[in-house]
């Protein structure tokens, strides 16, 4: 496995933790905490913003204006049935969310949550580190690298994982003061 393989897996774990991140709700109106939104539409799940614009006229308000007006009610039942928690304003012709102001609890909530995801991305770097390292040993067992290399590459793949955890571990920091900031 090639050092630039590794570094690519890494940094699509990091951009994967950044997106789910994304996901959490603050006390800011954000489009991204649509993106998990699937819609029955035709017989098919559709990602909603495929279906719809999705903006923010203001901090506390998310407005959804679908490209199909009949498609208004399945939107409308799939932000109800989504853990999303708001409830959805229908007007007959674009859905608007209020984004309520958060509770402490609701945002020790939303911490614990991101903590979750940030673990699920060190797992996945370490799974990445592990696989990249077994394959460097089979290559060394295979006398297909000297012992040398072996080890410098295993001390490199080492550093880009202390540096994807240690940036997964800011990306947390940055999103918890997001979070708990009223």
Not at 70 to 76: D, G, P
Not at 112 to 120: G, I, N, R
Not at 124 to 138: F, H, L, T, W, Y
Request: proline residues 4%; hydrophobic residues 30%.
């Amino acid at each position: 496995m090639k050092l630039s393989e590794v570094k690519s897996q890494m940094q699509k774990t990091l951009e994967a933790t950044q997106r789910s991140f994304n996901t959490i709700r603050t006390s800011r109106a954000n489009p991204a905490l649509l993106d998990r939104i699937t819609v029955e539409y035709y017989g098919t799940e559709t990602p909603l913003k495929s279906l719809a614009n999705i903006s923010t006229p203001d901090a506390t308000t998310l407005t959804i204006q679908p490209f199909d007006k009949s498609s208004l009610s399945q939107i409308e039942k799939a932000i109800s049935l989504s853990d999303v928690g708001l409830t959805p304003n229908n007007d007959g012709s674009v859905i608007r969310l209020n984004i309520p102001p958060l509770t402490s609890e609701r945002r020790q909530e939303l911490v614990k949550l991101a903590s979750k995801y940030a673990e699920e991305g060190k797992v996945s770097i370490r799974n990445i580190r592990r696989d990249a390292v077994d394959a460097v040993r089979k290559e060394e067992k295979n006398h297909e690298i000297s012992e040398d290399d072996s080890q410098g590459l295993q001390d490199q793949i080492q550093k880009l994982t202390d540096k994807s955890t240690a940036k997964i571990d800011e990306l947390l920091k940055a999103k918890e003061e997001d979070i708990t900031t009223v």
